[in-house]
């Protein structure tokens, strides 16, 4: 389960890149009307880098590769596929978009907002993951809150 703490400033594990990236994601997402977490961790363990959740409840998940060295240390990326209805990477402008594999959406992004390259194909989520997923975004983004009361 994840923990409540409130992430809205650094936590030692991303770099100036991905951080400026989330920003812009964030400001991306906002302006398609979709609520944001980052760093959500899945019941599989694994934790996405942002994830999604439109008002008719559509999942996106989006991970961010801030270098080459970044997206080859990573092997874990096709396994977020099940926890979304949409999945893409967002990476800095400079970064070879070549490199990124066709079957995601992609994004390029900065702090100052994001712009998508190639839109995510969609794959429906079964109704009893995203169920268990949307009450998990919304316990996640109570307790992040509340850790923001409770100071």
């Known amino acids: 389960m994840e923990s409540p703490g409130l992430i809205l400033k650094p936590d030692g594990r991303q770099s100036e890149t991905a951080l400026a990236i989330q920003r812009g994601l964030a400001r991306l ?64 402008a400079h970064m070879d978009q070549a490199l990124m594999p066709e079957e995601a959406g992609l994004i390029v992004a900065d702090q100052w907002g994001a712009e998508i ?7 429906a989520l079964h109704a009893s ?7 998990s975004f919304a316990r996640t983004a109570a307790l992040r809150l509340q850790a923001l009361w409770e100071g």
């Open 29 to 92: 997402l906002r302006a398609h009307d979709f609520a944001l977490l980052t760093e959500f961790t899945l019941a599989s363990g694994r934790r996405a880098d942002v994830i999604g959740l439109a008002p008719d409840g559509l999942v996106w998940i989006i991970e961010i590769k801030s270098s080459p060295e970044d997206f080859h240390a990573d092997s874990k990326w096709p396994e977020y596929r099940e926890f979304c209805d949409r999945f893409s990477f967002a990476i800095p």
């Open 129 to 135: 993951r995203r169920k268990a997923l949307t009450q």
């Open 117 to 123: 390259l190639r839109a995510a194909s969609e794959h």
